[in-house]
């Protein structure tokens, strides 16, 4: 084998590794994206996050730190039709629904609010022939997203009746201002983490004659259930719920001592594959189109019970809370929230990364590009939101 060393020339400067922080910047650098980075940059990208922790952006962070820049601290996002993302919205907006105590026709309705201004947000993007920034008819991704709609509520619907609650063992867990603890956005603090931690509750119950208190995360998914049930547990978002929860329950015990000794001791997964088969002409109503999916999650249920379309595997924590891997890997997230965004720092990962699920990234012309070209390329394909602010409009 032969070795050779690779010598950088002295007046070479873009070769400035180990930037943690705005400080630590090289001082003759030409933008705060690195050396050698024009300054249109800055013009252009005005406002950069310290990203706040969650789990989507330790999954990007650790996957491709490139794509964790663009979406969490620069706040590029795509702006083409996202169905996994929409499915799992109405989804979730049906089964908080059902759960908070409405009728099924009300659980239905829940969603519609929400299909409208996503319509609307779409019909806005279009150019004046009828295409979205994408390149799609509006059209052709309105009757997609349309069927989705309609898919994802029926999913729900089947699911409630596929795997009901057993509500003599489980109660509801509510906040000491009487809020049930159902599609609530939770933020914590931990000593040494300097950056805020965001986490959703999907649902947390209570077992009834005990301090136990389970996590319930509802998952849909086009692979297969078994496969994505293994994950779960060594997943990184659920301990941060894990965690996020129990931080407010030991507040919440300084305030009332019905919490004290409440422990956040397992999590049930509900997890959903979705159909292969859309609302149609054949559905006289939408209550038939309920019964087909139905009938569909049965016969593949007795088809492969261990593969069955509908999981609900139950987890019981054994680790601490808060485990020293969990507390490195936050604390190396932080780093990077808080960090200048360097373009040397926050590395395109490629390969794996690019290339997902049959489908391209949807950042991949930008990493293929000339920096001084990301300006017209986001005003073209992505819009600059960040996942922080409409959740604070939400909450208003």
């Not at 799609?136 to 009901?164: C, L, Q, T, W």
């Not at 601490?320 to 604390?331: A, H, V």
């Amino acid at each position: 084998m032969r070795s050779a060393e690779f010598r950088p020339p002295k007046h070479d400067s873009s070769i400035r590794l180990g930037v943690r922080d705005a400080k630590d910047a090289h001082p003759h650098a030409d933008s705060k994206f690195g050396c050698n980075q024009p300054r249109s940059l800055d013009e252009f990208f005005k406002d950069v996050r310290i990203a706040p922790i969650r789990s989507s952006a330790i999954h990007d962070f650790e996957h491709c730190p490139r794509k964790f820049l663009y979406r969490y601290k620069l706040g590029i996002t795509p702006r083409g039709y996202q169905p996994a993302l929409h499915i799992g919205t109405v989804f979730h907006l049906v089964l908080q629904a059902m759960f908070m105590g409405k009728s099924q026709e009300e659980s239905l309705d829940a969603a519609k609010q929400y299909f409208h201004r996503f319509c609307n947000k779409l019909l806005a993007s279009a150019d004046e022939v009828g295409f979205t920034p994408g390149g799609k008819s509006v059209e052709g991704v309105i009757k997609s997203a349309n069927d989705d709609y309609h898919k994802a509520r029926a999913m729900a619907i089947s699911f409630m009746s596929f795997k009901p609650f057993d509500w003599s063992k489980w109660e509801l867990l509510y906040t000491p201002d009487g809020t049930p603890c159902v599609e609530l956005l939770l933020e914590a603090k931990v000593k040494g983490i300097p950056v805020p931690i965001i986490a959703p509750c999907d649902l947390a119950l209570l077992r009834k004659g005990t301090k136990d208190v389970f996590i319930v995360d509802h998952k849909t998914t086009s692979a297969d259930t078994l496969a994505r049930a293994r994950s779960i547990k060594i997943s990184s978002q659920i301990a941060l719920y894990r965690l996020v929860l129990q931080c407010h329950l030991d507040v919440w015990a300084e305030e009332d001592n019905k919490y004290v000794g409440l422990r956040v001791r397992g999590s049930i997964h509900n997890i959903v594959k979705k159909p292969t088969i859309k609302y149609c002409k054949k559905d006289p109503t939408f209550e038939d189109y309920i019964n087909r999916v139905t009938a569909w999650y049965k016969e593949k249920h007795e088809e492969d019970p261990e593969h069955s379309p509908i999981l609900q595997p139950e987890t019981m924590f054994t680790e601490p809370t808060l485990t020293k891997e969990l507390f490195m890997r936050l604390r190396q997230q932080a780093r990077a929230a808080r960090a200048a965004p360097s373009l040397d720092r926050f590395y395109r990962a490629g390969d794996y990364a690019c290339h997902q699920f049959n489908s391209v990234c949807a950042y991949a012309d930008l990493c293929d590009s000339n920096p001084v070209m990301w300006p017209d390329i986001v005003r073209t394909r992505f819009d600059i939101e960040f996942r922080e602010d409409s959740e604070e409009e939400r909450n208003d």
